[in-house]
Every structure is written in C-alpha cells, then in structure tokens.
C-alpha cells in the first residue's frame, strides 16, 4: 500500500518493481494490495512487477469502496460492494494486475446496504467462472464472517492485529479456527511503532496518515513506550529487533496466521523477515500476555 498510498512513496516506479522482485528473491510468495491503494496504480506495480515470477506468487486484492464521478475509488467516498460492482472491480483488477485469476479477493470493508450473503454469492459466481480462486474478508466481524461462510467458503479474514491492537482475539480469531479460515493481521508492526524507532520526538509529514491518527500524538507516544521497554527487553534476550520480536509474536500466535508487514526499503525488508528465525516458546509467549496486560495502551487506531 505505502509504494503508492497513505504518505510519500520512497523509490521510483522502478525501484519499487526491483524491490518486490527482490523479495520474490529472499522467499515471499504472498503480495497484498487493494484498487484504492493510488488508486489503481498500485495494482498497476504488482502487476508488472510479478508477472515473470506469477506462477511463485499469490496476490491479493480487494473491491468495496464507491467511485467517483471520474471513477476514482476513496474511502472518502463511501462503500459500494453491490453486485455489477464487485464484478467491474474483478475484471479491472485482472487487467491491472496481468493475471487469469485473482488467488484472493477479499471485501475491503462491509457494506451496511449489502447483505453479506449477497457479496459472498457474486464471489462464488466469479470463482465459478474462473477469475477469483479464493474469497476473503477485511475487518469484518465474526456473525459476519459466519453468515458469509455458509454461501462461499471464506479462505482468509484480514485485519488489523499487533501487540498494540488485540481486539480480534475475543471472537474473530477463534470463529477463523473453528471454520478453517486464515487470518491475516494488517499493520502488524503497528504502523511503525513497534519498531521502536518511533517516540514523542517523532514528527509525521502530513501526507502521512500517522499525523492524523490518535496513536502518534506526543502524549500517546509518551504514554506507550512502557511497550516498546517491553520489546527491547525480550529483544536483547532473543538477540532480534523489537520488530523482529512483534512479528514473531504474531507467528507463535497460530500456524494460520500470516502477517503482512509493509516494506520499502530492503534493509527493512530483511528485518521482517528475520522474524522467522525468532522461535518464542510457548512459555514466552505466555509471559508476553502477561505483561501485555498489565499495560494499558492510549490512542483509538483511527
């Protein structure tokens, strides 16, 4: 998203095409990105970018917001998962993107004037006729999830889920384990902050959607560094990164879970995935909760 979207991309055109070649190269075969993301122009990038390695890769994208009157998609502008809609979204995406089939398409967010049941309907007809494979949903609740569920089979639930965000643990998570359903938390370094690199001192651009979130204000970033200490602390243990640390969390949550943290930079890149090097016990999983619970963080996510 962040190649094209939310604050000031980093790189040209090109540099971010050899950037997710390069990390085809060091093993990532899941790339995630969405119509509004530019919007549009991001489907464009993966799309070229991904087209010599297609058959090493699944890409994921994502219908549900309004156009508007030149045709461009916001979140500004509402939502729009009707029908005619979602299937001009499919066939646009196929051509952006330069694939037969999108391997997933999820609902970006629910649609309150369209039942779930008939979103997951027209997703089953496209499967059916080839173009989408797999049918996912984002930040959508687990009565949702189960209404969808009962007409198309539902691969993947992707939603915002980090030390700092655990909401989804009460219902989404096990509903997701009862029916079989990967989970795919979003911003799972919370947006930059578990990296540690991030304190009161930090001043946001204001193209960066950080400038405008509850989280990143002076007084919230003050307030919960007490979790960043916690990071540090487990991190000089692990010999890792506090990054490194927040995503190997996420991995020791469930073998289903699969977190996409967002890279423009291959420094970064090699970070996260050095995650998976971080084998966290059982028992240091556990002592994390607890010390999870005895912080409380300040800032709503939005």
Same mark, same amino acid.
């Given at each position: 998203?962040?190649?094209?979207?939310?604050?000031?991309?980093?790189?040209?055109?090109?540099?971010?095409?050899?950037?997710?070649?390069?990390? /085809?190269?060091?093993?990532?075969?899941?790339?995630?990105?969405?119509?509004? @993301?530019?919007?549009?122009?991001?489907?464009?990038?993966?799309?070229?970018?991904?087209?010599?390695?297609?058959?090493? /890769?699944?890409?994921?994208?994502?219908?549900?917001?309004?156009?508007?009157?030149?045709?461009?998609?916001?979140?500004?502008?509402? @939502?729009? =998962?009707?029908? +005619?809609?979602?299937?001009?979204?499919?066939?646009?995406?196929?051509? #952006?993107? &330069?694939?037969?089939?999108?391997?997933?398409? @999820?609902?970006? #967010?629910?649609?309150?004037?369209?039942?779930? +049941?008939?979103? *997951?309907?027209? !997703?089953?007809?496209?499967?059916?006729?080839?173009?989408?494979?797999?049918?996912?949903? =984002?930040?959508?609740?687990?009565?949702?999830?189960? #209404?969808?569920?009962?007409?198309?089979?539902?691969?993947?639930?992707?939603?915002? @889920? =980090?030390?700092?965000?655990?909401?989804?643990?009460?219902?989404?998570?096990?509903?997701?384990?009862?029916?079989?359903?990967?989970?795919?938390?979003? =911003?799972?370094?919370?947006?930059?902050?578990?990296?540690?690199?991030?304190?009161?001192?930090? !001043?946001?651009?204001?193209?960066?959607?950080?400038?405008?979130?509850? &989280?990143?204000?002076?007084?919230?970033?003050?307030?919960?560094? *007490?979790?960043?200490?916690?990071?540090?602390?487990? $991190? $000089?243990?692990?010999?890792?990164?506090?990054?490194?640390?927040?995503?190997?969390?996420?991995?020791?949550?469930?073998?289903?879970?699969?977190?996409?943290?967002?890279?423009?930079?291959?420094? &970064?890149?090699?970070?996260?995935?050095?995650?998976?090097?971080?084998?966290?016990?059982?028992?240091?999983?556990?002592?994390?909760?607890? *010390?999870?619970?005895?912080?409380?963080?300040?800032?709503? #996510?939005?």
């Amino acid at each position: 998203m962040r190649m094209s979207f939310g604050d000031k991309p980093i790189g040209t055109h090109q540099e971010m095409v050899d950037f997710l070649r390069a990390a /085809v190269d060091r093993g990532v075969t899941f790339f995630d990105t969405a119509e509004v @993301y530019g919007p549009f122009t991001n489907e464009l990038l993966v799309g070229e970018a991904l087209q010599p390695v297609r058959d090493q /890769v699944v890409i994921a994208t994502k219908f549900g917001f309004k156009p508007d009157a030149e045709g461009k998609v916001s979140p500004v502008n509402g @939502y729009d =998962s009707r029908p +005619e809609r979602i299937r001009q979204v499919a066939d646009e995406s196929l051509q #952006r993107l &330069r694939v037969d089939a999108i391997d997933l398409f @999820y609902q970006h #967010r629910p649609d309150p004037e369209v039942p779930i +049941e008939e979103v *997951a309907g027209t !997703v089953k007809e496209l499967i059916a006729a080839g173009k989408v494979k797999h049918f996912g949903l =984002s930040e959508s609740d687990a009565a949702t999830i189960r #209404r969808a569920h009962a007409v198309q089979p539902v691969a993947a639930i992707q939603s915002e @889920y =980090s030390l700092w965000w655990r909401n989804v643990e009460a219902e989404v998570l096990p509903t997701c384990e009862e029916l079989g359903i990967g989970f795919v938390p979003y =911003s799972p370094l919370g947006r930059g902050f578990l990296t540690g690199k991030i304190d009161e001192t930090s !001043v946001f651009d204001s193209s960066d959607i950080r400038s405008r979130n509850p &989280r990143f204000t002076q007084e919230a970033l003050r307030a919960n560094h *007490a979790l960043i200490d916690l990071l540090q602390r487990i $991190a $000089a243990e692990e010999n890792a990164t506090p990054a490194q640390i927040a995503l190997a969390w996420l991995l020791a949550q469930k073998p289903w879970i699969v977190p996409i943290p967002g890279s423009r930079k291959l420094e &970064r890149l090699d970070e996260n995935l050095g995650a998976t090097s971080v084998e966290l016990t059982s028992d240091d999983v556990t002592q994390i909760g607890y *010390a999870l619970d005895a912080i409380t963080i300040v800032g709503d #996510r939005y």
